[in-house]
């Protein structure tokens, strides 16, 4: 199993960024997909996730109306598209998924700054 996250970067306050995370080793299409992010000295928090057809999301309250979570099982990629991004948005964002284990990627880095 692998997830790779990319997309992170610095943005202004009320910018916008997209994550994306590939995925392989597994049947990605039979598999929720989530999104979490840790900031410094915070426990990992779950931000979103999708069910495995795409067709059910649910987020977090801080997050909720500003991040979409979205999927295309045909590329194995599951995405996060983050709106009016705050400082408080600013981490480290993991893609998860559940099999047996937890599986995790390396994380991405979101820092939102002026």
């Known amino acids: 199993v692998q997830l790779v996250e990319s997309g992170g970067g610095l943005v202004q306050p009320g910018g916008s960024l997209r994550l994306s995370c590939a995925a392989s080793?597994?049947?990605?299409?039979?598999?929720?997909m989530r999104w979490y992010r840790q900031a410094p000295g915070k426990e990992r928090e779950l931000v979103a996730h999708?069910?495995?057809?795409?067709?059910?999301?649910n987020y977090a309250d801080s997050v909720k109306g500003r991040f979409i979570i979205s999927r295309d099982n045909g590329k194995n990629t599951v995405y996060l598209q983050m709106n009016s991004l705050k400082p408080e948005d600013t981490a480290v964002y993991y893609c998860?998924?559940?099999?047996?284990?937890?599986?995790w990627g390396q994380g991405t880095q979101v820092t939102v700054s002026s």
């Open positions: 998860n998924v559940r099999l047996r284990f937890d599986y």
């Open positions: 080793g597994f049947a990605f299409s039979d598999y929720y």
């Open positions: 999708i069910s495995s057809g795409g067709g059910s999301t």
